[in-house]
């Protein structure tokens, strides 16, 4: 009987970063031959390897600015575009100028490895033809991130607080939920708040972890700490609230702060703040 290796979500995490990283090298390796060929056509009086200088040098300083176009992705949301879209306008600015001087250091190295001298030409002449260029990959990079993530919202399930029915009352307390609504590849079903291990902030989310998955929820964590079970649930830093039925082992530690280990083996963080709160729950001493 053959065996059938399932590349699920929770097998692609494990490979999640070197996949993406991956992906972005694999891209501008295969851009990079396309262009130097083409370089390569359109001038043909010129050394070959001119070329493959001008795209390996383009390419590699882009590359390294491709975190930081992430970063300005996260930092100023293009949801909020009429507040955010001058800023991103202001920063592709500042990521072409770094790529520009980045690559003409590059070729100059190049260059003078080969006993000559490169020449930029007209710097803003040549630099606003850069922009232009480099205007469309810094929204480009933006546009393919925004469109992967959710993509892998999708796949990886986001859940929703059950809403009150149209007509009739609601079958469980609206307020302090016992059900949550994953919705994952087209398909609807509900956890049970008690199965939920941990919650973890993540930006505009919270992070339900149940079963070794996390499924992002749209809330704060203030918000979401006025819908939990104060029974079950306890804050025990600001950006973590543990399930109590899932709490294995309290740590302290010599800052003041504990490492809480979970059934599963997962190690979260306890602030100073929240410590002896926590261990007044379970009557033990600070």
Known sequence: ??????FDYRNFQRWRRPIEVGFWIVLYAVNTIFNSLTSRVDHPGIAAWMPWSWEISSAVTMLLLVPVIIAAMDRWPLRDWRRNLPTHLLASVVVSLAHVVGMIGLRELAYAAAG???DFGAWWFNFGYEYLKDVRTYFGVIATVALYRLWLMRWQGEARLL????EGPAVEPIERPERFLVRKLGREFLINASDIEWLQASGNYVNLHVRGRDY???ATMAGIEERLDPARFVRVHRSYFVNLDYLAEIEPMDSGDARLT????????CSRRYRAALRERFGAPD
């Not at 009987?1 to 399932?6: D, E, I, K, L």
């Open 1 to 6: 009987m053959t065996n059938h290796v399932t």
């Open 116 to 118: 000559l001298r490169y």
């Open 163 to 166: 809403g009150e029915p149209d």
């Open 216 to 218: 992002p929820l749209r």
């Open 262 to 269: 979970l059934r599963d083996g997962a190690s979260i963080a």
